[in-house]
């Protein structure tokens, strides 16, 4: 096996310097087609690291648009009811630096967005979180460093919207399978892990 262990190897790899226009297109701040962008999204990932280099991703969904941007430089996200395992939350904690990556359906590029986190208990604005009645408890606070569209290849590449090339259910582990494999579950365990949530439920 060949290991990279140098930056200079590393381009020369890929072939050779970035083009100017991939760096050009990165913004510290929130422009008006990333707000578009920001508004139509219903699922990001997000990406920390901790003080002693924990990494984790997270998926995070909600109503479309409920990254709210409340200026050029900041994004308020919502955190809604969970596992309560608190991994990149912990993270926070220990090292502010996340990234984002955003998603919209049916759409091959995403949104990155890089910044520095804090948590917040309350604020004004989680009044414009409320879904199903229910208002968030916490919310991430990002201040954006780093904003730019990631093209279309990754999508592509993968056919992730085209639902002809979608595996076949039966082919996958379903999650309470993975469970039982896991934690030893019943058969009733099993049914109740699979079960389908109500949208409600899960704020």
């Known amino acids: 096996m060949r290991y990279v262990t140098d930056e200079a190897t590393l381009q020369e790899l890929v072939g050779g310097a970035p083009k100017d226009r991939s760096l050009r297109k990165q913004l510290d701040h929130l422009d008006e087609s990333a707000r578009r962008f920001l508004a139509a999204s219903p699922f990001y990932v997000l990406a920390t690291s901790g003080a002693d280099g924990t990494c984790d991703a997270t998926p995070r969904g909600d109503e479309p648009g409920f990254a709210l941007a409340l200026d050029g430089r900041t994004l308020a996200l919502p955190e809604r009811p969970g596992n309560r395992r608190l991994d990149s939350l912990r993270n926070v904690l220990g090292n502010p630096q996340v990234g984002l990556l955003f998603v919209v359906p049916g759409i091959a590029h995403t949104l ?91 704020f």
């Open 112 to 202: 990155r967005v890089n910044g520095t986190a804090r948590l917040v208990a309350d604020a004004e604005f989680f009044d414009r979180m409320t879904v199903f009645g229910k208002r968030p408890v916490l919310a991430l606070v990002v201040t954006v460093t780093e904003c730019y569209f990631h093209c279309s290849k990754a999508f592509i590449r993968s056919r992730l919207w085209e639902s002809d090339a979608w595996p076949d259910r039966a082919s996958v582990p379903s999650l309470g399978g993975a469970l039982r494999d896991r934690l030893g579950l019943d058969d009733a365990e099993v049914a109740l892990a699979d079960q389908p949530l109500a949208r409600a439920e899960t």
